[in-house]
Every structure is written in structure tokens, then in C-alpha cells.
């Protein structure tokens, strides 16, 4: 059986662990920190077989050099030469196995343009997309376009429903207050705040989410409807899906 538990790090990133029937060899998510992994696996008598990386942002990548020097991991991220310590770059369409699963590739730029996402089949499938899609939100645009960032929250929409989302940081119940004023009108919304708030006031993690839930609640993959797109052209162009998706993202921006 394969879990996967988060690892708090910084001020909200989350460190995801993957670990198959209680072996010990692990894999590790977006290591920003190497010291909260450090201590899981010494605690438990663990090591680090693998390390997937979504961007480049020192806030995913800080810990790598030292994770590296302590267990000489296989490392699978981008390509990109900025990222130093990636043993596979990966991209595109690229498929690879982890812990008995097969894991695919999906090139996701918008955040960062070297953004990728592993997505990996299975009862539930499990989708690590970084700074991509967050519970209630999307990730900043950094470096690449609104249409960049869309078309891969386009991509992410066409999952099953049951698709868990591990986004990289808690930021659910600033999104879902976001959320509030770029859709006024969504009960299911309104009822995850209430829920996400109670797990928050008990330091639990609002993550992993789902792809049916995020297409409830996420304005950013509601585009088209009809409360959201009224919203939007409040604020700018809202003329089609993509406009009303730049216009929510830029209004994000300074919320």
C-alpha cells in the first residue's frame, strides 16, 4: 500500500513523502528544506531513494544539495541547468516507475516555465503539481502566461474527479476567501471553508484535495460559469474563458 504524508517546511510549503508498504526506502517531493527530512528519516530509520522536483524556486529545491550529499538519490525533475543535482530530466509525455506505480510527466509552465507535474495512475490517482493548482487556487505567474497557466489547469480538469491534488503550500483558506468575492454564490465553497477552518485550527493539513472538488469550488477552473464570469468583468476583460481566467489571476494578484 502507498501512503503519502505531507512534511511541513517554512511557513506553509509542504513536503510531500511517499513510502510503499512501510519499506524504507522513500520518496520525496519538493525538499525546499533538507532538515524536516532529515529528521523523518532518521527518526524512522528511513533513507531517500528518489526525489521528484516540480520547478526550480529555492523553495522547492533548498535542501536538495544536501539530501544529495547524505543518501545520493535518484533525482528526477526538469530540465533545466539551473536545477544542479538532477540525475533524470524529465519532460513531456516522459514516463518513469516509483514504488511499483508508474508515473507520467506533464509539462506545465505558467508558474515557472520549467514547471512539470508528475501524475501518477492508479485507485486513487495522484497528481503532484507544485505551484500549479492549490486547493481553492493557482499558482502566481512568475514566468510564463496566462494561456500557459490555463491551458495546464485545463489539462489537470479532464482527471477524474477522484484524482488527489498535492499542491506544495497551505494556502486553501486565503484562496477560498478569494474564492468568495470571484464566485459569491457556491454553497459547496462556502461549506469546505467552514471545514478547511476547523482542520486549520487543529494544524491539520487542508491537502490533498481532488480534481471533483476543485472543479466545485476553484473560480480559477470555473471560468465559464455564470457568477464568476459576472465577478470578473467587474474587475476587467472577462470576454471568454481565458480573458475572465487573466482577469481573476491578475485581481488574485493584489487581493
Given at each position: 500500500?502507498?501512503?503519502v504524508?505531507?512534511?511541513?517546511?517554512?511557513?506553509?510549503?509542504?513536503?510531500?513523502v511517499?513510502?510503499?508498504?512501510?519499506?524504507?526506502?522513500i520518496?520525496?517531493v519538493?525538499p525546499?528544506?533538507?532538515e524536516?527530512?532529515?529528521?523523518r528519516?532518521?527518526?524512522q530509520g528511513?533513507?531517500?531513494?528518489?526525489?521528484?522536483?516540480?520547478?526550480?524556486h529555492?523553495?522547492?529545491?533548498?535542501?536538495?544539495?544536501k539530501?544529495?550529499?547524505r543518501?545520493?538519490?535518484?533525482?528526477?525533475?526538469?530540465?533545466?541547468?539551473?536545477?544542479?543535482?538532477i540525475?533524470?530530466?524529465?519532460?513531456?509525455?516522459?514516463?518513469?516507475?516509483?514504488?511499483?506505480?508508474?508515473?507520467?510527466v506533464m509539462?506545465?509552465?505558467?508558474?515557472?516555465?520549467?514547471?512539470?507535474?508528475?501524475?501518477?495512475?492508479?485507485?486513487?490517482?495522484?497528481?503532484f503539481c507544485?505551484?500549479?493548482?492549490?486547493?481553492g487556487?493557482?499558482?502566481?505567474?512568475?514566468?510564463?502566461?496566462?494561456?500557459?497557466?490555463?491551458?495546464?489547469?485545463?489539462?489537470?480538469?479532464e482527471l477524474g474527479d477522484?484524482?488527489?491534488?498535492?499542491?506544495?503550500?497551505?494556502?486553501?483558506?486565503?484562496?477560498?476567501?478569494?474564492?468568495?468575492?470571484a464566485?459569491?454564490d457556491?454553497?459547496?465553497?462556502?461549506?469546505?471553508?467552514?471545514e478547511?477552518?476547523?482542520?486549520?485550527?487543529?494544524?491539520?493539513?487542508?491537502?490533498?484535495?481532488?480534481?471533483?472538488?476543485?472543479?466545485?469550488?476553484?473560480?480559477f477552473?470555473?471560468?465559464?460559469?455564470?457568477?464568476?464570469?459576472?465577478?470578473?468583468?467587474?474587475?476587467?476583460?472577462?470576454?471568454d474563458?481565458?480573458?475572465?481566467?487573466?482577469?481573476?489571476?491578475?485581481?488574485?494578484?493584489?487581493?
Open positions: 500500500m502507498l501512503t504524508k505531507p512534511l511541513p517546511a517554512f511557513k506553509d510549503n509542504y513536503i510531500w511517499l513510502q510503499q508498504d512501510n519499506t524504507p526506502g520518496v520525496v519538493d525546499g528544506d533538507a524536516p527530512v532529515i529528521e528519516v532518521e527518526q528511513l533513507t531517500v531513494d528518489t526525489i521528484l522536483i516540480t520547478h526550480h529555492h523553495d522547492h529545491t533548498g535542501g536538495l544539495a539530501l544529495v550529499e543518501y545520493s538519490p535518484r533525482v528526477i525533475g526538469p530540465n533545466n541547468s539551473r536545477i544542479e543535482g540525475t533524470e530530466p524529465v519532460g513531456e509525455g516522459d514516463t518513469f516507475r516509483l514504488l511499483g506505480r508508474q508515473f507520467e509539462e506545465t509552465p505558467g508558474h515557472t516555465l520549467d514547471h512539470i507535474t508528475f501524475l501518477t495512475p492508479g485507485t486513487p490517482p495522484l497528481l507544485g505551484d500549479t493548482l492549490f486547493c487556487g493557482c499558482g502566481r505567474l512568475f514566468e510564463g502566461t496566462p494561456e500557459d497557466m490555463f491551458k495546464a489547469l485545463s489539462r489537470f480538469s477522484d484524482t488527489l491534488v498535492f499542491g506544495a503550500h497551505e494556502y486553501t483558506l486565503a484562496n477560498l476567501k478569494f474564492a468568495m468575492a464566485e459569491p457556491n454553497d459547496t465553497r462556502d461549506a469546505l471553508f467552514e478547511c477552518q476547523k482542520a486549520r485550527s487543529m494544524d491539520r493539513p487542508t491537502l490533498p484535495s481532488n480534481i471533483g472538488r476543485e472543479k466545485a469550488i476553484n473560480p477552473l470555473r471560468v465559464a460559469e455564470p457568477g464568476v464570469r459576472q465577478a470578473a468583468q467587474a474587475q476587467g476583460d472577462a470576454h474563458n481565458l480573458a475572465t481566467f487573466a482577469t481573476l489571476r491578475a485581481w488574485k494578484d493584489n487581493f
